[in-house]
């Protein structure tokens, strides 16, 4: 049972905006005009705690290196798991873009 839908035209419109950006500093500027800095925070810890949960880390590790509640890494664990594979998208593309570089 779906409580929210989360394909909106509002949601649509913020994607959008998204993808326009061409570079990290305007990735920066966009995220702070539109974001706290807690909620860019909150997005940057569970990226790294998805990365290290991708490494075999464990629980403890995550916690004192990122921390993040056990809370949070279950709720990551479980979209690594059981999401729409957002996150392996993401991992994927940045290790092929890791790579095109190492081959320049």
């Known amino acids: 049972m779906v409580l929210y839908n989360f394909k909106t035209d509002t949601n649509d419109l913020l994607f959008k905006a998204i993808l326009s950006l061409n570079n990290i500093e305007e ?3 966009f995220f702070e ?3 706290t800095v807690k909620e860019i925070e909150a997005m940057a810890q569970r990226l790294e705690v998805a990365k290290m949960l991708k490494n075999n880390c464990v629980y403890t590790d995550i916690v004192k290196k990122t ?3 056990t ?3 279950s709720r990551v664990n479980r979209s690594l798991s ?3 594979g957002g996150y392996n998208l993401i991992f994927n593309r940045l290790a ?3 790579s095109q570089k190492q081959e320049k």
């Open 71 to 73: 809370a949070t890494i």
């Open 82 to 84: 059981y999401g729409s």
């Open 27 to 29: 990735c920066y500027n």
């Open 96 to 98: 092929e873009q890791e």
């Open 67 to 69: 921390g993040a509640s």
């Open 33 to 35: 005009d539109i974001c």
